[in-house]
Every structure is written in structure tokens, then in C-alpha cells.
């Protein structure tokens, strides 16, 4: 409070109460929570581009005819991102006159999976906003004559739209997880593990485990903490939220969600080298230098779990540009 200027606050009757009880636990933990998604979301977009430039993989999924006949509004958006970030690419020219027939899911279904992502998200954010301009005290005085025990202080509110938002963000990582798995598999001219020189060598095996453990780890996060209650205070609070456990779990998905986009952004990078000389969109090539200001190409095998936290330190830091 020094250090910004800000007198501490004088707390009138009921006040205290009104700060710390479980509903103000449970907001606090979604803003921090949404604020952290809004970027991974967009990042999650930008990496699955990538992705895409270096598998080689076709951007007719992503036309805006596809998309205007199913209109959710999550998966429109993706489509026109996914549009915007393959723009001018040299490198998925090349794909016009192959002759793969289309790409597996986690390539071509981004915008719906992404897209039903953005959906919770937006669900969520609307329903925190009204959370933040509402009471949420008890009892509630309605004038000098009146006062009603209610139950405004009650989690559920929110607790169910964090269960499903810790749900949305851990579907980003479980399909960036897939196109990693999918760079690794030497296709369409990437060499097996992204390495040429695989055998000794195991190239970035490793990491995808790192990923996939992470993943996994995500799922177990998944049950809704909204589905238990358990009654206390002799009966008297005999249904609760559990949303404080909703709102801890959304962000400790979201950790875990920055370190899986971390490995396939890696992964992305590593596979852009052997496109060369074709030049990606500008989007995607910047993302590459970026990348590379923090972590080599990879040549023989080399210790790189500090090379996956560097690139994870990019994304807490918001330094790729996403929009």
C-alpha cells in the first residue's frame, strides 16, 4: 500500500467478512486465472501455426466458408487467426500439389478444438465480471428496517464455469501434445525424433515425455471439485462450491499448459530447419527468431531441459507477439 500511495482501508461492520469469505477466494483465483488463459489462447493458435509450417500441413481447414456454416463463435475465430498466421507462406505452397488427401485431427481440427476452448473461456469471463460487481455478503441489509440471510456468498456460480475452463484449458495441452507426437514421426520429409542424426542420438524424444507426463497430469486435474461437497457446521453449510479447489486447479493447468506449449513451440522451431530455404508466414518467422534467441537448433543430443524452460519463460513473459 506504501509503495503505490494507497491508505490502508477502514473496515466498517460486516466488511472483513465480506473480503476473506470463500466467494472473494474463488473470484480472485479466476481473474488470475483469465488472465493467464486469454494469452495462452492466443499463444495455443500461434503455436499450432507452427506447427503447421513445419509438418507441412494444409490451411484449407481454416477457410471461412467451412467455418460460416458450423458458427460458434470460438471456432470462427481460430479459422481467421489460423488465416492470418499462414498468410504468404512459402513453406505450405508446397503442399498444394502433394498427394496427401488431409492431415490428422490435431492439425486440422484447431479451430473446433481450440475454438470450444475460447468458448469457456468467454463463459467464464462474463460470469466473473458480473462476480466482481456483485454482493456477495451475508447477511444482506436492505434498509434500516430490513436485513435478508441469504445465500449470495455461495461458490457454485463460479465453481462450475472454472471446473469447465480448467477442462477447456487442459484440451489445449492434450492436442498440443498430438501435433508434437506428430513432428516426431518422420513424415512428409522431417526426419524420426527431428534429428538427422537418430540412432545415439535421441533427439527430442525426451521432451515429448516431459509433455505427455504433463498432459496426463492435466487430466487427473480434470474432475470437477464443483461435484463434491461435503456437509459441515452440524448440517448448517451441508452444500458447498469446493470452487476455492476449482479455482487452484484452473491455474495449476494452466502452469502446466505454458510448459506442453513450450515443448511443441521447441518442436515447431527444430522442424522449420529442415523446410529451408522456404520462408514461413511473418508471424511464424518471428515467433522462430524469437526462439532461437534462447535455444540452438539441435545438432547431436545435448542436455535441453533448460532450453524448454527458456522458451516457457518467453511465454510467462508474453514476449511472442500473437495478435
Excluded at 486435474?221 to 461435484?227: D, G, K, R, T, V
Amino acid at each position: 500500500l506504501e509503495k503505490n500511495g494507497l491508505a490502508p482501508l477502514k473496515l466498517g461492520p460486516k466488511e472483513g467478512l465480506g473480503l476473506i469469505n470463500g466467494t472473494q477466494f474463488i473470484l480472485a483465483h479466476s481473474i488470475l486465472g483469465l488472465h493467464k488463459f486469454e494469452y495462452i489462447l492466443d499463444l495455443a493458435d500461434l503455436t499450432a501455426a507452427i506447427s503447421l509450417e513445419a509438418y507441412r500441413g494444409s490451411s484449407s481447414p481454416f477457410k471461412k466458408e467451412l467455418h460460416e456454416i458450423r458458427p460458434f463463435d470460438g471456432s470462427q475465430k481460430v479459422a481467421a487467426r489460423m488465416r492470418k498466421f499462414l498468410k504468404n507462406s512459402e513453406n505450405l505452397q508446397a503442399h498444394e500439389f502433394c498427394d496427401r488427401v488431409q492431415d490428422p485431427y490435431s492439425m486440422r481440427c484447431v479451430p473446433q478444438v481450440h475454438g470450444a476452448s475460447r468458448n469457456a473461456f468467454e463463459h467464464l469471463k462474463n460470469l466473473t465480471e458480473t462476480e466482481l460487481n456483485s454482493v456477495t455478503d451475508n447477511p444482506i441489509v436492505l434498509s434500516a428496517e430490513e436485513s435478508i440471510s441469504g445465500g449470495n456468498f455461495h461458490g457454485q456460480l463460479l465453481a462450475m464455469p472454472l471446473d469447465y475452463a480448467t477442462l477447456a484449458a487442459a484440451e489445449l495441452g492434450n492436442i498440443s501434445d498430438r501435433r508434437s507426437y506428430l513432428l516426431l514421426e518422420g513424415k512428409y520429409g522431417l526426419p524420426r525424433l527431428l534429428t538427422e542424426s537418430s540412432g545415439l542420438n535421441s533427439g527430442f524424444m525426451i521432451p515429448q515425455y516431459t509433455s505427455a507426463a504433463l498432459v496426463t497430469e492435466n487430466k487427473t486435474l480434470c474432475f470437477p471439485a464443483s461435484a463434491d461437497s461435503i456437509p459441515t457446521s452440524l448440517g448448517q453449510e451441508d452444500h458447498v462450491s469446493m470452487g476455492s479447489i476449482s479455482g487452484r486447479k484452473f491455474n495449476q493447468v494452466l502452469g502446466n499448459l505454458e510448459n506442453i506449449l513450450a515443448v511443441e513451440l521447441m518442436f515447431g522451431a527444430q522442424g522449420l530447419e529442415f523446410r529451408r530455404p522456404a520462408k514461413c508466414s511473418k508471424y511464424v518467422e518471428n515467433a522462430y527468431d524469437l526462439i532461437r534467441t534462447k535455444v540452438a537448433k539441435l545438432e547431436q543430443d545435448r542436455l535441453i531441459g533448460e532450453d524448454m524452460l527458456a522458451i516457457a519463460d518467453l511465454i510467462r513473459e508474453r514476449k511472442f507477439e500473437v495478435n
